[in-house]
């Protein structure tokens, strides 16, 4: 399956669904201790950092990347609150649809505008 996929400034692969079904398959592959992402609010990708060590450089990379594909950036232009959380920390139910996971535990990371536009920005070139 592909999937979105960028390089964080010290060398890390981050990779992102593109739907429910690839957000359904990021997740399957995702390892237990490594970090996931995912807007506060619906509509958005996962995100995984593929490595057990990271930093909070590589976090914040990987919660702007989420923040700019999400629904939430495309109706709105504003800050974001992106979940950080382990692959363990994730769970799925059978009534849950494709795609959708619940979330034993998180923290939260603050996303400015000004750092999705910067982001979006570099990309483009």
Request: with cysteine; charged share 35%; aromatic share 8%.
């Amino acid at each position: 399956m592909k999937f979105r996929e960028i390089i964080t400034s010290s060398g890390k692969k981050v990779l992102a669904g593109k739907d429910a079904k690839s957000n359904e398959e990021l997740i399957k592959q995702a390892g237990k201790n490594e970090d996931v992402f995912h807007t506060a609010k619906p509509g958005s990708p996962f995100v995984n950092i593929k490595s057990t060590r990271t930093n909070a450089k590589d976090r914040k990379e990987a919660a702007i990347f989420c923040a700019s594909k999400s629904q939430d950036w495309r109706d709105h232009k504003s800050d974001a609150i992106v979940h950080w959380f382990k692959g363990k920390e994730l769970y799925k139910e059978k009534n849950m649809k494709l795609g959708t996971f619940g979330v034993k535990k998180h923290k939260n990371i603050l996303v400015k505008k000004s750092e999705i536009e910067e982001f979006l920005k570099k990309i483009k070139q």
